[in-house]
């Protein structure tokens, strides 16, 4: 499946500077949606184009834009750009703050201008050094250029975007435990409601977006909806950036249709499993979303062909597993990983966690018993849709997808005691 390209420029070049970037055509939505629309004409384009989030949740991003305030009321209205990005397996954000950070900008002053914030801030991953430098360069050369500031664009409204750095943690990366993070409190989710577009930074109504999904509003205003419309499925409309890593020849950043066949992405665009082995597992958004077969890699990457598949879209962050691969020590590393990011506030997810990693820790070791595959699964059950964010269901769905796609394994583990591949995750 071939499509037009409008996120990321071509064969790995970059268009960090401003000349670059409106040689490209850059900035001419944003001239157009300021000069030319309405705040409620952007707002109506965009939910017509049918664009879902592209941060794991895939809520509608016009329907979203609708939950803000009238511009008029006793408090600001601001943007917060999710830039966190720490979800194993993703790294398709970095890519565009990297190689294309004015699109973010540009992104950014249009949905400024729908949702009436006079600001919007961008929380980018500690770790991300070379992103957070390069896109605060292009702010400067964007305010230096009369884009952001006071009567940007030479119209008379104020807007600006700030760079913040993350706090090294996985949970900011869920909305509200962002917001309090970029509020200088503990990085932990907040209670709802209040949702944020009512109380969100500083208590003011707040948009959360993330930055892939900021990224293709300027297209969709330069050519419309219904051309958006045209790239995709009939529900989940447009491009997306799919990391792939892992056990393949090209692990990259592919920027291709939704609805794109799993199969093509790793054996047309990722260059097909290593060394010639076969394919045993796929994560395909992010390793919180529930792990594939082999045998189910035909599977449409949307959402709703995904849905039906038993797993999520999520990032669209996929890790290619092939058949040397331990997928009761794949299940380890995974629930390690959350059971040292939950934010600890919520005693399902706690609990929850630590029991996982421990379960599976002692199936591996070969000590497990048949009653722990059960535990397992009682275990995740208690953690579903419990707690005040997602970190908890990400774990539970993560571990039980392990278990029920590949329980002839860990079966094999408690009845011999061992490992049976125990070179698994060796170079």
């Known amino acids: 499946m071939a499509s037009e390209r409008y996120l990321l420029p071509p064969d790995g070049t970059d268009w960090r500077g401003l000349e670059t970037f409106r040689n490209a055509g850059g900035y001419a939505a944003a001239a157009r949606a300021l000069r030319a629309m309405t705040p409620e004409q952007v707002v109506d384009e965009v939910k017509a184009s049918g664009l879902r989030g592209r941060g794991g949740a895939g809520f509608g991003t016009g329907q979203k834009w609708t939950f803000m305030p009238k511009p008029g009321g006793p408090k600001p209205s601001y943007i917060a750009c999710n830039a966190d990005e720490s979800e194993p397996g993703t790294f398709k954000d970095r890519q565009i703050l990297e190689r294309n950070p004015h699109l973010l900008i540009e992104g950014l002053i249009i949905a400024g201008h729908a949702v009436g914030a006079r600001a919007a801030y961008v929380y980018v991953r500690g770790e991300y050094v070379a992103p957070f430098r390069i896109l605060s360069e292009a702010i400067v050369e964007a305010r230096a250029a009369g884009l952001l500031g006071r009567r940007h664009f030479g119209t008379d409204r104020d807007f600006d975007v700030h760079v913040m750095r993350g706090a090294g943690a996985y949970i900011c990366g869920e909305e509200t435990g962002m917001i309090e993070s970029a509020e200088g409190k503990k990085g932990q989710p907040r209670k709802r409601p209040p949702f ?226 125990p070179g698994s995750f060796e170079p």
């Open 196 to 421: 944020p577009a009512v109380y969100g930074l500083w208590g003011c109504p707040t948009t959360v977006n993330n930055v892939e999904t900021i990224a293709h509003v300027p297209a969709i205003v330069r050519r419309g909806a219904e051309w958006f419309k045209t790239i995709g499925t009939s529900t989940s409309t447009g491009n997306t950036l799919f990391g792939v890593s892992g056990h393949v020849v090209r692990p990259g950043v592919y920027e291709l249709p939704l609805g794109t066949t799993l199969s093509e992405i790793i054996y047309q665009h990722a260059g097909g499993v290593r060394d010639g082995r076969a394919l045993k597992a796929v994560i395909p958004g992010g390793v919180s979303m529930p792990v594939l077969s082999a045998e189910q890699v035909d599977v449409r990457m949307d959402h709703e062909s995904l849905r039906q598949a038993g797993t999520l879209l999520g990032t669209g962050g996929i890790v290619v597993m092939d058949e040397t691969t331990c997928m009761v020590r794949a299940a380890i590393v995974v629930a390690r990983f959350f059971r040292h990011e939950t934010c600890g506030q919520c005693t399902q997810c706690r609990e929850g966690t630590a029991w996982l990693y421990k379960l599976l820790r002692r199936i591996e070791a070969g000590a497990g018993e048949h009653a722990d595959l059960g535990t397992i699964e009682a275990v995740g059950g208690y953690m579903e849709g419990q707690t005040i964010c997602a970190l908890s269901d990400a774990a539970a769905w993560a571990a039980t997808g392990f278990l029920r796609r590949f329980r002839a394994e860990f079966e094999a583990h408690v009845d011999g005691r061992r490992c049976p591949l």
